[in-house]
């Protein structure tokens, strides 16, 4: 079925025109948490082909300054969430296709043998998806009962970058900041909230000497308050999974971006960053009348983020 639909967008050539209409003059941006290196080899190559690969201070000077023409045609940001252990493999691969991605950090799990809370024993139990409706204190609660405390070491192998190798890949990462401890933002108090935003950057630039500039919303989810927050802290730009992409008019600390799935085949790639399936599904909730807007909409809510944040 995926594969028919992958098809008939190709080869009706929506995909092509998309990007001659859409996508020549406005900045796309990826987002990948934890790829395989055979599997994002692939990607480059097809995005080399078709896009120029840009960086997201070149988006957010361009914003500053009003020069659109500073920007390459047809533009691209790479983007990694969370600093899983595996990203390290990457770094020879961007160097080759000359991509400076942003892997956006969380401050309090690299750097320490702390779990990605979604990716705990104790998560799979309970699942992730309750544990994101949940106030930010029940949830490190629920967790630490069932024996994942957020706070302590993993039981397994450590998943996140040590400090020592983010460091050592500063000549192809600019870093940015993903909250310190991946909460769902939205569930958390307002001290909270302005400490996983605020010290976040801060804790980055002292772990990392230089500066945490962007930063990416944990589920994509944000109100005012968090918008507010990051402005206050001195962030350049802010991105969510809101599928789209970003004109000159673009609200720098609401970035549109297409959340790619890790192990996605190249043919079912070119379709999601059309972002029909995203508005395929919206328009779908939108029918069913549980009203759009709700919840964000994912390419494939099953295998896109797979209780990745
Ligand atoms: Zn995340």
Redesign the pocket.
């Known amino acids: 079925m995926k594969e028919a639909f992958a098809a008939l967008v190709r080869r009706s050539g929506l995909d092509a025109a998309l990007r001659f209409l859409v996508a020549r003059r406005r900045v796309t941006i990826v987002v990948y948490?934890d790829p395989d290196p055979d599997v994002l080899r692939r990607h480059l190559a097809w995005y080399a082909r078709r896009y120029s690969f840009t960086t997201l201070d070149a988006v957010a000077d361009a914003m500053d300054s009003g020069r659109w023409d500073t920007l390459p045609r047809y533009p691209l940001v790479v983007t990694l969430?969370?600093g899983h252990l595996g990203n390290a493999k990457l770094e020879p691969l961007f160097h080759e296709y000359g991509v400076r991605p942003t892997m956006?950090l969380c401050s309090r799990i690299v750097g320490t043998a702390r779990p990605y809370w979604w990716q705990t024993a104790a998560a799979d139990r309970i699942g992730p998806e309750a544990l994101k409706i949940v106030p930010d204190a029940e949830r490190r609660r629920r967790l630490a009962e069932a024996g994942d405390d957020p706070d302590r070491d993993a039981r397994g192998p450590r998943q996140a970058l040590s400090w020592d190798e983010a460091r050592a890949m500063a000549g192809v990462y600019d870093y940015g900041g993903?909250t310190r401890h991946?909460p769902i933002l939205l569930q958390c108090d307002d001290r909270t909230a302005a400490e996983e935003i605020g010290l976040c950057k801060t804790e980055i630039e002292d772990a990392l000497h230089r500066p945490c500039a962007h930063f990416?919303y944990?589920?994509g989810d944000f109100g005012e308050r968090e918008v507010a927050l990051i402005r206050a802290s001195g962030y350049r730009t802010a991105r969510s999974i809101e599928p789209g992409w970003n004109g000159p008019n673009a609200d720098p600390f609401r970035l549109k971006a297409f959340p790619v799935s890790d192990d996605v085949p190249v043919d079912w790639l070119a379709v999601q960053i059309t972002g029909i399936p995203s508005w395929a599904r919206k328009l779908k909730t939108l029918l069913r009348g549980r009203g759009a807007g709700t919840a964000p909409a994912y390419p494939e809510p099953a295998s896109a983020l797979g209780g990745?944040?």
Do not use: E, I, P
């Open positions: 948490h969430d969370d956006y993903h991946h990416a944990t589920n990745r944040g």
